[in-house]
């Protein structure tokens, strides 16, 4: 399995950005793809999820409301629409894939990660 990552960027609190993550390798069916993000100094967060078939979605409570998670099966892309963007939201954007039907918060459940696209929120 193998995941990219791309779309990061510098956009002011407020605005909006949308990342993707092509994913290949195998088909994804039974996958469970999820985006989390690591900012300077802390811990990787969940940010949100969803699973491959069925396309039901799963947000971490600091985004909820804000992004959306989407996925494109005939182009294999995981895309995360990002709104009414915080400075809070600055950090590394990494896409991952999980082998299951569970979605899992943890970034320990996730065998296959892209790479990190950084993106960053200015007042």
């Known amino acids: 399995v193998q995941l990219q990552a791309f779309g990061g960027g510098l956009v002011q609190a407020g605005g909006s950005l949308r990342l993707s993550c092509v994913a290949s390798g195998r088909t994804f069916n039974n996958y469970v793809m999820g985006w989390f993000r690591q900012a300077p100094g802390k811990g990787r967060e969940f940010v949100a999820a969803?699973?491959?078939?069925?396309?039901?979605?799963y947000y971490g409570d600091s985004v909820k409301g804000r992004f959306t998670i989407s996925r494109d099966n005939a182009k294999n892309m995981v895309y995360l629409q990002m709104n009414s963007l915080k400075m809070e939201d600055t950090a590394i954007y990494y896409c991952?894939?999980?082998?299951?039907?569970?979605?899992?918060?943890?970034?320990?459940?996730?065998?296959?990660w892209g790479q990190g696209t950084q993106v960053t929120v200015s007042s």
């Open positions: 969803i699973r491959w078939s069925a396309g039901s979605t």
């Open positions: 991952a894939a999980r082998s299951s039907l569970v979605i899992h918060m943890s970034h320990t459940q996730y065998s296959y």
